[in-house]
């Protein structure tokens, strides 16, 4: 199930606070003498009013004038009190109205959450819709929030493998393709209100997303999404079939775990993705059998953790990559069999570090890499230079640049 999360307070304007009819009538007065009496100051000190001639006679003119005026006062009185009074029932109004839309949200929850029950895979995809439907439609983010956690609630359920296609499991095979179109279905539907843009309707921007431990066995289309605000998490989370895509992905300002996560059998892009202001953590992940890319991805910004990543067996592209700004660390990484490159990688601005990380069995290559302000630290490794690093580095090495002692020496 999701973890454990403080609950949320309801939005301000969810929350009916009124003061008394005397102390608002009250202040409403005082604003409006106040008002008053500095637009008349304002007026003699305008006009340049040096004195004020007094009479002692008072006249029918002068009495008439006074009647209208306190006419005048009563009236403005009675407007002050109208406008109070009516303020007051607008926000009665507008409470009422939410507390009717949060009951009738109430009631559509459960009918869709006993869907998500069905032994029906059809009534369970009704279920996830109308879910979906309802947290676009959520009175506030507070609802919203708890539709998303019960979908991600239903991908961390376990649930029985596929008995394989041999005929004395037929009904078993199709039963479970059934109740995988479900978890695929909620997987598109995730990665598609990812992808508007934020503030639009029907965006969950902002939002957590809570996908810990959850097996992604097919496709998932984050292209061009934007994780601005709020916790995604894929901590410990099986990417094994399928395509998932993050190219052109903005990850800002959020908070994004992949830490732990196995990536086997399914091609996983990051191409052209942009990472600034945000920590992004795939520390401890596993990435074999699977082509992982990261080509002409920006990291400027915010920290992206590598750290103590296995990358075994699979090829991993950082091609024409740029780091500037920002902190990103692949220390203690592992690098065995597969191929990773860096090659025409920029390193300008950013602290990287690949101290204490090991290359062994697998081909890694600087080809083309340039390295321009910032840190960049490869110190204790026990394994030759990597393909091209030298070269690309060059002789001595920039400031910012450190290298094992082993690396520099002469080669007999």
């Known amino acids: ?23 608002a009538l009250a202040l409403t007065f005082a604003a409006a003498v106040l008002a008053a009496g500095g637009t008349l100051y304002g007026l003699v000190v305008l006009l340049d009013f040096q004195k004020i001639d007094t009479t002692a006679k008072l006249d029918a003119k002068t009495l008439f004038d006074l009647v209208k005026l306190s006419f005048g006062v009563v009236a403005g009185a009675g407007a002050l009190v109208a406008l109070v009074v009516a303020y007051r029932r607008q926000r009665v109004d507008e409470a009422g109205a939410h507390r ?34 309802l947290a676009d439609d959520a009175p506030d983010n507070s609802l919203r929030q708890t539709c998303i956690d019960v979908l991600c ?30 978890r695929h279905t909620i997987l598109r539907l995730i990665g598609d209100h990812y992808r508007r843009p934020k503030g639009t309707h029907r965006s969950w921007q902002g ?38 895509n993050f190219r052109d992905a903005t990850f800002s300002g959020s908070n994004v775990s992949f830490g732990n996560a196995r990536f086997s059998g399914s091609d996983v892009s990051f191409g ?13 992940a596993t990435f074999s059998g699977s082509d992982v890319s990261f080509d002409s991805a920006t990291f400027s910004g915010g920290a992206v953790d590598f750290g103590e990543a296995r990358f075994s067996g699979s090829d991993v ?22 191929a990773v490159s860096f090659g025409a990688a920029e390193f300008s601005g950013s602290d990287v570090y690949f101290d204490f990380a090991t290359f062994s069995g697998g081909a890694v290559s600087f080809n083309g890499a340039t390295f321009s302000g910032g840190e960049v630290v490869f110190d204790n490794w026990s394994n030759p230079a990597p393909q091209e690093l ?23």
């Open 272 to 284: 052209n993705a942009r990472f600034s202001g945000s920590a992004v953590y795939f520390g401890f």
């Open 153 to 182: 609630a239903y991908l961390q359920l376990p649930f029985t493998p596929d008995p394989g296609t041999d005929p004395a499991h037929q009904e078993e095979h199709h039963r479970y393709l059934a109740f995988r179109k479900v």
């Open 100 to 133: 009717e839309a949060t009951r009738l949200h109430t009631e559509r929850f459960s009918q869709a959450v006993d869907k998500l029950g069905s032994d029906s895979p059809a009534v369970r995809l009704g279920g996830v819709h109308a879910l979906a439907g």
């Open 207 to 244: 939002c957590d997303l809570d996908l810990t431990g959850v097996i992604i066995d097919g496709d998932m289309d984050f292209r061009s999404a934007e994780f601005s605000g709020g916790t995604v998490n894929f901590r410990g989370a099986e990417f094994s079939g399928g395509d998932v």
């Open 390 to 412: 030298l070269a690309a580095v060059g002789t001595p090495p920039p400031a910012g640049v450190t290298l094992p002692s082993a690396w520099l020496l002469p080669t007999s």
């Open 317 to 338: 592209y950082f091609e024409y990559a740029t780091f500037s700004d920002g902190v990103v660390n692949f220390r203690d990484a592992t690098f065995s069999d597969g």
């Open 1 to 23: 199930m999701t973890a454990n999360r403080k609950p949320r307070s309801l939005p301000n304007e969810q929350k009916l606070r009124l003061w008394g009819v005397g102390w």
